[in-house]
C-alpha cells in the first residue's frame, strides 16, 4: 500500500485537458469558440465525427 502510494506521488497522472469555451445556438450548432485558459484551441470531439482521412494524416503526422 505504501509503494503504491509512493508510485502514486513520483509519478502523478497528468492534469486533465482544459477545453475552449463554446458557445451553442439552440440547435447545437456552433455560434463561437474562445481559446482556453493555456491560450489554445482545445474542442473536445468524438473519434466518430472526424473524417477517416483526417484521422490517418494526424497518425502520419504523429509517427
Do not use: C
Request: glycine letters at 2%; zero cysteines; proline letters at 11%.
Amino acid at each position: 500500500m505504501l509503494l503504491l502510494f509512493a508510485i502514486d506521488r513520483l509519478f502523478p497522472a497528468p492534469p486533465a485537458p482544459r477545453y475552449s469555451p463554446i458557445v451553442l445556438a439552440a440547435d447545437g450548432s456552433v455560434l463561437h469558440a474562445y481559446l482556453n485558459p493555456t491560450q489554445k484551441w482545445r474542442i473536445k470531439t468524438e473519434l466518430a465525427e472526424i473524417t477517416p482521412t483526417l484521422q490517418q494524416d494526424i497518425i502520419n503526422k504523429e509517427d
